[in-house]
């Protein structure tokens, strides 16, 4: 498996931005398709984006469309998730997870969708 540590969380007003890191242990995310999930308490874990290695393909969820930005850095082997315009309601721990690419399949957005998952780091937003 792949190891994923996540970092970038804490503690920002409404109306900020965070840029969050997702480091793989190795070089192992050229086939891979890496996601972003959050959970917030007492909530079930809910997709938040997606990106493909090799080609950058991403792919939004509506709650943070427009205003948040995946993307990959190659040399650093890390995937990044920029959220601008926080709201309270992004507060959540925030997960970056896994997979080998399979472009057969249309969406990787539920979580059973991955196999490697990071700690998680926690991003809360006040008002």
């Known amino acids: 498996q792949v190891q994923l540590v996540e970092s970038g969380g804490g503690l920002v007003q409404a109306g900020g931005s965070l840029r969050l890191s997702c480091e793989a242990s190795r070089r192992t995310f050229r086939s891979f398709l890496v996601g972003w999930f959050r959970q917030a308490p007492g909530k079930e874990r809910e997709f938040v984006a997606s990106i493909t290695w090799s080609l950058g393909s991403v792919h939004y969820a509506d709650s943070v469309k427009g205003r948040s930005t995946i993307s990959r850095d190659n040399g650093k082997n890390t995937v990044y998730l920029q959220i601008s315009n926080l709201k309270p309601e992004d507060t959540a721990v925030y997960y970056c997870?896994?997979?080998?690419?399979?472009?057969?399949?249309?969406?990787?957005?539920?979580?059973?969708?991955?196999?490697?998952w990071g700690q998680g780091t926690q991003v809360t937003v006040s008002s």
């Open positions: 997870a896994s997979e080998v690419y399979d472009s057969g399949k249309a969406y990787y957005t539920e979580s059973q969708d991955f196999g490697s």
